[in-house]
């Protein structure tokens, strides 16, 4: 199994740069940004998010990526256990700019971080 991020503190109301999160969820496997991706974000306070916009929010206890369509943020999965939440039951991270990911399953030793 793949190492998960060792998690860091970061204020996010300071930081004044995009920071990098890992997602633990698969609410968008079938939107092409799944578990184990890093996704870079613009905090909330750097750049509010635009209706259809993705954006990442700690749904269900994960960080995951969700569509943004206010009042709701929308799943793209291809789980039927993911439905759309209320904005307000899903705090949102920020607006997701970019995704990378491994494509090596031999790269287990790399150790992701929430970066600020």
């Known amino acids: 199994m793949k190492n998960m991020a060792k998690p860091i503190k ?45 954006v990442v929010a700690r749904y269900e206890g994960e960080l995951s990526a969700l569509v943004y369509s206010p009042p709701w943020l929308l799943p793209k999965s291809t789980l039927a256990r993911y439905t759309p939440r209320l904005i307000k039951d899903a705090p949102v991270v920020g607006v997701a700019i970019r995704v990378t990911r491994d494509l090596d399953p031999r790269a287990q030793d790399s150790d992701p971080t929430l970066v600020a």
Not at 21 to 37: H, L
Not at 38 to 51: A, D, E, K, L, N
């Open 10 to 54: 970061v204020n996010l109301i300071d930081s004044k740069q995009e920071i990098s999160v890992q997602i633990n969820g698969d609410s968008f496997d079938a939107g092409a940004v799944v578990r184990g991706d890093i996704v870079v974000v613009r905090p909330m306070h750097i750049q509010s998010p635009q209706t259809g916009d993705i």
